[in-house]
């Protein structure tokens, strides 16, 4: 069972456009996290957002946590060719395990010149 | 470099034969995690260490697959038999502590392809 479902899963679009990613669960979260993966390396945190109803911004990119805390999106203003790459979420439960992260499967982001 | 490193970076076997992943986590960091990722799929959680013990196994796959730590720095999962379903990227990370909401920094992984 996929706890995280994030869409689409595969994204193609021209240089300047506008996008947004979206990452859905029914189980409510402590806290997600947006990364980002490029080839050949390991996932980078861009954010993590922990109070239903927040809204963070990291220049382009406008991540925002639903108010039950089960969903997020990450909308991109502007995409450039930089911004290409597989986009993961990733929720962290409350409790004992909360050191333990649910990712989704990823959005590959692909933004041409 | 202060990062998370791994080795190797890509590591093609046969059927059948064991393989050693080893990582290198940012030095004072007491949490280290093993997550796969297989082609089309999230990253999915193998084991969490909190220095040398692993509280957490219940990820490993099968009893194919085990891990240690040693001096609450390297760790090495090794993989037993190997099967073609195991080819995937294999991930490591670590953070200063394993409860909270410690940021986990991620390596660059082992690519590994069973043949």
């Known amino acids: 069972t996929q706890l995280l479902e994030q869409s689409p899963q595969f994204l193609s679009i021209q240089e300047g456009e506008n996008l947004t990613v979206y990452c859905n669960s029914s189980s409510v979260f402590s806290s997600l996290q947006w990364y980002r993966q490029e080839p050949g390396e390991g996932p980078v945190l861009l954010v993590t957002?922990?109070?239903?109803?927040e809204v963070k911004k990291l220049k382009r990119l406008t991540f925002q946590f639903g108010d039950a805390r089960k969903d997020s999106s990450l909308h991109i203003t502007a995409a450039q060719p930089g911004d290409t790459g597989l986009y993961l979420c990733?929720?962290?439960?409350?409790?004992?395990?909360?050191?333990?992260?649910?990712f989704g499967k990823g959005t590959l982001l692909t933004v041409n010149p | 470099g202060a990062g998370v490193s791994q080795s190797p970076s890509n590591k093609v076997t046969e059927k059948g034969k064991d393989v050693e992943l080893r990582c290198d986590p940012i030095?004072?960091?007491?949490?280290l995690y093993w997550y796969r990722q297989s082609l089309g799929q999230g990253l999915e959680f193998l084991i969490y260490f909190q220095g040398n013990s692993a509280p957490d196994k219940s990820g490993l796959p099968s009893d194919r697959f085990s891990a240690e730590r040693t001096g609450g720095s390297v760790s090495t999962l090794t993989i037993q038999r190997t099967q073609q379903e195991d080819s995937a990227v294999y991930l490591c990370a670590s953070s200063l502590q394993g409860v909270g909401a410690a940021e986990q920094y991620f390596g660059p992984g082992t690519r590994l392809t069973v043949t």
């Open positions: 030095s004072g960091h007491t949490a």
């Open positions: 957002v922990v109070t239903g109803g």
């Open positions: 990733a929720g962290r439960r409350s409790g004992g395990s909360n050191y333990k992260l649910t």
